[in-house]
């Protein structure tokens, strides 16, 4: 069974960066995509952005295009989530998320093992 612990949320000020990391159990190497989520209180679960465990390919949601950046460690089965100039409107509970089998998917309903979640909180 892949378990996902997240690390690194906080609470930081606007403007400024964060890195929250993704690391799997064993299993990292059978799953063929894993993703970022978030969601904060009162909202639907929402994709930040995917990335293909082999590849490395990347794919984001529009409103982080150009300031989140995914990335991943196959040597410590860690993905990375690195947030750059934040803003309130990111404040949310970030999850990480992984899906066995090959689709490039940002749809929540089609993932099969989720982390804890983290708090990231971002103050104007």
């Known amino acids: 069974q892949v378990q996902l612990v997240e690390s690194g949320g906080g609470l930081v000020q606007a403007g400024t960066s964060l890195r929250l990391s993704c690391a799997a159990s064993?299993?990292?190497?059978?799953?063929?995509?894993m993703g970022w989520f978030r969601q904060a209180p009162g909202k639907e679960r929402e994709s930040v952005g995917v990335?293909?465990?082999?590849?490395?390919?990347?794919n984001y949601a529009d409103s982080v295009k150009g300031r989140f950046t995914i990335s991943k460690d196959n040597a410590k089965k860690t993905v990375y989530l690195q947030m750059d100039s934040l803003k309130p409107e990111d404040t949310a509970v970030y999850y990480c998320?992984?899906?066995?089998?090959?689709?490039?998917?940002?749809?929540?309903?089609?993932?099969?093992?989720w982390g804890q979640g983290t708090q990231v909180t971002v103050s104007s």
């Open positions: 064993d299993i990292y190497f059978g799953v063929y995509v």
């Open positions: 998320a992984a899906r066995r089998l090959p689709l490039t998917t940002m749809s929540a309903k089609d993932y099969d093992y």
């Open positions: 990335i293909i465990r082999s590849s490395g390919t990347t």
